[in-house]
């Protein structure tokens, strides 16, 4: 059975581009990735390059079983890798997944990229995979993380306690965000606005 998600795929904005993710990204991400702000809330420390590899490398392997669909996000404007985002838990038969394993160098925090990088994916999910449903899902203490899904207007649908086992052998308890289909449409319209609001203020 062939994957839901085809491979290779792109989907291209005015800001980013969110291209199938190649090993030939590995060591432009590894690098990017040195910044330890970006992994605050992560369940593994991927400022150490092994284990930034190792997760890169379970990305395709995922990918090739169709449970993931990796991507690097690509600046157009300043023509490089400014970070990764990821379809997970995909479930054609249920018609949903979640997007997350979403980061970005701390130099493209509060600008337009992350708005743009959702609104490119979920716009494939809900026009082209004619997803029923998309989660999302942050720690529960990543209060910076939580605020940005709200933002681009998933519902907010509880905490699930020991939700996820980090490296250090720690659970993480992870607050549920959800969007569903018959939704899409007015949310499609607030986050592009929201997107050219700050795209204007980052100008």
């Known amino acids: 059975m062939a994957n839901w998600i085809p491979y290779p795929l792109t989907l291209t904005g005015e800001t980013v581009e969110l291209i199938s993710l190649e090993k030939n990204h ?85 600008t337009e990229v992350n708005l743009e990088c959702k609104l490119l994916l979920l716009t494939y999910c809900f026009e082209t995979l004619k997803t029923a449903r998309v989660q999302l899902r942050a720690d529960e203490n990543n209060v910076r993380s939580r605020k940005a899904i709200a933002k681009i207007g998933a519902q907010f649908e509880g905490i699930l306690r020991n939700d996820l086992i980090r490296d250090n052998g720690t659970n993480r308890n992870s607050a549920y965000f959800g969007m569903i289909d018959k939704e899409w449409s007015e949310k499609k319209q607030k986050l592009t606005d929201l997107y050219n609001a700050k795209k204007k203020l980052t100008l």
């Open 26 to 110: 590995f060591a432009e991400l590894d690098t990017l990735a040195k910044d330890k702000r970006i992994w605050e809330f992560s369940l593994s420390d991927n400022t150490d390059s092994v284990v930034m590899l190792e997760v890169l490398n379970l990305a395709l392997i995922e990918r090739e079983d169709g449970n993931q669909y990796p991507f690097a996000i690509f600046h157009k404007q300043h023509k490089k890798l400014i970070g990764s985002t990821r379809f997970l838990e995909i479930e054609p038969k249920h018609r949903k997944l979640e997007i997350g394993a979403t980061w970005l160098h701390p130099t493209y925090w509060a």
